[in-house]
């Protein structure tokens, strides 16, 4: 990879969000990373002004993690954080017989970058009253 390209880093770290061991990948709330993470400013999770936590949706729980002992997050989707603006995310509803993990999706705009010329963009509403944007090239 060469230095200065945005850097999308995913998987199961097997640590939950508050451990020191993440402290190198964020890049606030005590940590000296250069990333965000998709699911930090869940609002059903973070209540800070700003809503930047090291927080987030569960991504295991004993449903489809027999090992798991409570609901809590150690799948990550972190972005770099001079690269990503509005950046979002959140863990998909656990299926049983899929994964003993939740799927957790999310993503952010490049900085710098604006909506293709041609493209088509539609925003929605998800139950929950999260905002969703998808664009596709006409």
Known sequence: MDAGEPVL???DFNATPQEPALDALYNHSGGSGKYQ???ENDADFCALPGGRCRTGAPTVEPLCSPKATT???IDYLFLSARDFRNVKGDAAPCT???SDHHLLRGGGRVRGLSTP???QCSG???TSGRRRT???AM
């Open 9 to 11: 880093l995913a998987g």
């Open 134 to 136: 998808a664009c596709r």
């Open 37 to 39: 993470e998709a699911d």
């Open 71 to 73: 609901a809590t997050k």
């Open 124 to 126: 929605s509403r998800t």
């Open 117 to 119: 010329e041609g493209a």
């Open 96 to 98: 049983p017989g899929m």
